[in-house]
C-alpha cells in the first residue's frame, strides 16, 4: 500500500471540454481510464465538470465561450480539451473562438509536447525503435506568429491585402527560454536545441537567438545547439536520436510536433500540456490531433493521445506515481497489439479504452 493511501484521496476538480468531432469520443475514453485510476489507486480523486462549448454551441448562440465562463474553469485545478473545427466553421473562427480564448488569457505561455515511439509500435523510420526517438518539443505558446496581430483590407478588390504580424517580446521568449531549459536540465541528456530562421527573419527571430545564449548562461550543465528550422525537419528525419529537448516559436514548433508525432507512429498517440507555469491559471491537457472529420462517429479514434494527455495531466497534478504507472498501462496494451488502425492494428476505440482499464486494475491489484 502506498503511504499515499494511508491518507484521505487527495481531492481534484478538472474541467472536461470535449468539444468537436472526435474530441468527445477520445475525452470520453480518457474520463473512464482516469476514473479507473483514481479508484485503483486510492491516492487522489477526480471531479469532472462537462463544458458543452464547441462549434455546435457556437452555431447556436454565436459564441464559443459564454459570459463568464473563463471565470468558471478558473476554479478548477486542471482542463482536459478534446479537439475543436468542424467542417461547416472556419478554421479561425474555432480556434479563435475556444482554444486561443483560453491559452492566451490564462497565460498557458508554455506548450509541451513530449514524443517517443511507445513500446509495441513501429516508428515509420526504417531504423527508429523505442528509444531513439525520444524528445520533448517546448511550443511558446502566447504570441510568436499567432499574436492575432494584422488586418486585411481593401477586402475583394485586385488590390486586396493582408498582413500576418508575428510578435516577439523579450519577457515572453525570456519565460519561455527558461523553461525550456529547465525542462532540458531535468531530463537525462540534458540537451537543448533551439530552432530558428534567422537567417530570413532578422528581427524578432535574431532575437530569439540571442535570448537563448543569454539564458544558456544560466545552465551551464545544459548542452544547446541551433537548428534552422528548414534543417530540423532532415535532422528529425535522419538523426532522431540526436534531438533530446526543443524550443520553437508557436509556429514552427506547432508544425514540428505534428512531424514529431508521425515520426513517432501516428498523430493519434501524443500529447499537448498548455501550461501556465506560474500556476496562477489552471493549465490545458488535450490530446495534439484535432477533430478528423474523417474518422468522427466511427468508434476508431485512436485514444492513446488522449491518456498519455491524462497522464502528463496527473504528473503536473503532483500525482507522479499514478502517471507512471499509466503510461506503463498503454504501453502494455500497445505491447499486446491492441491498438486501433492508425498504429497499425484493428483495435476500436472502446476496446483499446477497456484494455487499458484491465491493466491499470492488474496493475494495482495486491498494491
Ligand atoms: N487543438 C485542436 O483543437 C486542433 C488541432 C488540430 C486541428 N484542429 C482542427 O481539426 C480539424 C481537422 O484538422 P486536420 O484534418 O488538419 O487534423 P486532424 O488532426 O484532425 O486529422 C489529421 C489526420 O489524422 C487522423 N487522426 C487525427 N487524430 C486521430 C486519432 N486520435 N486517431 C486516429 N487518427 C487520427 C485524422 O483521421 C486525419 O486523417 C480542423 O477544423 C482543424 O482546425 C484542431
Known sequence: MSPHSLQH????SIACIPADGIGPEVIAAGVQVLKTLSAASGSFQLSFTDYDWSSETYKKTGQYIPAGGLDSLKAHDAILFGAVGAPDVPDHLSLWGLRLAICQPFQQYANVRPTRILRGTESPLRKAAPGDLDWVIVRENSEGEYAGQGGRSHRGRAWET??????????????????????ARGRPRKTLTYVTKSNAQRNGMVMWDEIALEVAREFPDVKVDKMLVDAMTCRMVLQPQSLDTIVATNLHADILSDLAAALAGSIGIAPTSNLDPTREHPSMFEPIHGSAFDITGKGVANPVGTFWTAAEMLRWLGEEEAADKLMECIEKVCEKKIVTRDLGGEATTKQVTSAVCEEIKQAYAGK
Open 162 to 183: 493582408a498582413t500576418e504580424v508575428s510578435i516577439f517580446t523579450r519577457a515572453a521568449v525570456e519565460r519561455v527560454m527558461r523553461f525550456a531549459f529547465e525542462t
Open 9 to 12: 484521496p487527495k481531492p481534484y
